[in-house]
């Protein structure tokens, strides 16, 4: 069951993603550029996000058991969200996984399920997560931009899904009293409230800055140093120059690192404070 909370001042757009198929490969049309790597997507997204943030040693290492916050830059076909729900269960983790993402434009359900057809092992979770997607979509298309929010039991989750644009969902989640209204669910306050901050873990995953560079703002960097504590990491596949300058600029300690197969570097930031009037 799906639960819309429809914010008061958000961009007035309600389009699904325009994508094309190149030889196998989805791509945006509206940013030519592709949504995952053709050569194996699941590996891109564990090596670039999972392992990016050092996710494996933090979760387990936390003293507590408490949920684990992770803000999302472009849920696109789903594929980083579903690996980090299989990261999760793998390793049997006790704490509860909020899933906190954008996308402005959400791929119809019939291209997000082709696009994740060719991940057998996630076919489980493909499976499980498909209804719940159709809803979603219904929902996004009576209602419009807003706040979608469903509580997974099977996945131990909370999904918060901002079909919206980034700058919109960050101003939301800067605002304390801004809510995702709570779903019936098994037990109380499992859907929470949206949390102003911070989160654990950031995944900078929309259209490269070139080719969406309103992903990429600095407006963007610097909502996302508010929304972070000492420790809240960031990984993403891009390495260029002005990301890295605007990361440390907003109060990131930024390492560059091998990137995922062809791609030379990438980046990786670890949150340290808050710079004076950011």
């Known amino acids: 069951m799906v639960d819309a909370h429809k914010p008061l001042m958000h961009t007035n757009e309600n389009s699904a993603a325009a994508i094309q198929w190149r030889s196998g490969q989805l791509i945006s049309s509206r940013f030519d550029d592709i949504y995952f790597s053709s050569a194996d997507g699941i590996a891109e997204s564990t090596y670039v996000f999972v392992e990016g943030n050092r996710l494996p040693e933090r979760i387990d290492s936390r003293p507590d058991k408490s949920d684990w916050h992770i803000l999302e830059l472009g849920f ?14 793998s390793g049997k983790l006790p704490a509860r996984l909020v899933y906190s993402s954008c996308e402005l434009y959400p791929l119809s359900p019939d291209v997000l399920e082709k696009s994740l057809e060719t991940f057998r092992s996630l076919d489980s979770l493909v499976a499980t997560f498909r209804p719940v997607y159709n809803s979603l979509w219904d929902c996004w298309c009576q209602n419009g931009p807003g706040w979608y929010s469903c509580y997974l039991p099977q996945f131990n989750c909370v999904l918060q899904l901002a079909l919206m644009s980034a700058a ?26 949206l949390r102003p901050g911070p989160v654990d873990a950031i995944y900078m995953d929309g259209f ?3 080719k969406n560079p309103a992903m990429w703002s600095f407006e963007i960097i610097e909502n996302l140093a508010r929304l972070s504590g000492p420790g809240t990491s960031l990984a993403t596949f891009s390495a260029a120059g002005q990301l890295k300058r605007d990361l440390i600029q907003a109060g990131f300690q930024v390492q560059k690192i091998p990137g995922f197969g062809r791609k030379r570097e990438m980046i990786t930031a670890r949150f340290l404070s808050q710079v004076t009037g950011a």
């Open 76 to 89: 696109g076909t789903g594929l980083n969200f579903l690996n980090t729900v299989a990261f999760f269960q």
């Open 168 to 193: 919109d969902m960050l101003s939301d989640l800067l605002q304390p009293n801004a809510t995702v209204n709570q779903i019936t669910a098994a037990k109380k306050n499992q859907a929470p409230k």
């Open 208 to 210: 490269a800055p070139a």
